[in-house]
């Protein structure tokens, strides 16, 4: 299954509103994730089930979708937020992941 | 507290062989699922290897079929990745995370990673 996202990147500001699509070649239900990944760290999961937040994952960020077309979308961009978000699929093995879309500062 | 800890990158030669190890922490291991994921430089992410937790049930991407082992010791928490036959495109962080439903699912918990160049 190939997960394209999209935009590959974005630029934006602190308390901007940020979303970022993601979409499977074929249906996946909800079995997608979110991640966020900063360089030298290891990936956070943030979104699973493609809408259930992760515990200690903060409430700006939230996710939506079925099927095949799936959303992460950061309400308010926070500092701490600039990384590159990477979707994941887990209807199917492989287990494949979208190219990654990184949030700039603007 | 959840912790992996990856070990055993490093520099290898093409056509070489490499074991990585990561030890879990804070959690019953034998009760869960494990996957190796990696991440070549300036690349997303890749998964790799999946072992589960009870039929030891594995599968591998298609990249790796045939040259990558996955195995575990659930007597020392601990996950493996043999790699054998290198290429340079196996150039890359490589991370252990926790499987969140088990069944092949989603990265919950990741180690810090270990670094592997194939040169």
């Known amino acids: 299954i190939q997960m394209t996202q999209s935009p590959s990147s974005v630029s934006a500001s602190v308390g901007d509103r940020v979303t970022i699509n993601c979409r499977a070649s074929?249906?996946?239900?909800?079995?997608l994730a979110w991640y966020q990944k900063k360089p030298g760290k290891a990936p956070k999961l943030l979104m699973y089930?493609?809408?259930n937040l992760q515990s200690g994952v903060p409430s700006r960020f939230s996710g939506s979708g079925s099927g095949t077309e799936f959303t992460l979308i950061i309400s308010s961009l926070q500092p701490e937020d600039f990384a590159t978000y990477f979707c994941?699929?887990?209807?199917?093995?492989?287990?494949?992941f979208g190219g990654g879309t990184k949030v700039e500062i603007k | 507290e959840v912790q992996l800890v990856e070990s055993g990158g490093g520099l290898v030669q093409p056509g070489g062989s490499l074991r990585l190890s990561c030890v879990a922490s804070?959690?019953?291991?034998?009760?869960?699922?494990m996957n190796w994921v990696r991440q070549a430089p300036g690349k997303g992410l890749e998964w790799v290897s999946y072992?589960?937790?009870?039929?030891?049930?594995?599968y591998y991407a298609d990249s790796v079929k045939g040259r990558f082992t996955i195995s575990r010791d659930n007597a020392k928490n601990s996950l493996y990745l043999q790699m054998n036959s290198l290429r340079a495109e196996d150039t890359a962080v490589y991370y252990c995370?926790?499987?969140?439903?088990?069944?092949?699912?989603?990265?919950?918990?990741w180690g810090q990673g270990t670094l592997v160049t194939v040169s």
């Open positions: 072992i589960q937790y009870g039929t030891g049930t594995i």
């Open positions: 804070g959690f019953t291991f034998s009760s869960y699922s």
């Open positions: 089930s493609a809408s």
């Open positions: 074929q249906a996946i239900s909800n079995w």
């Open positions: 995370a926790r499987d969140y439903y088990g069944s092949g699912s989603f990265g919950d918990y």
């Open positions: 994941q699929q887990a209807s199917n093995f492989p287990l494949t």
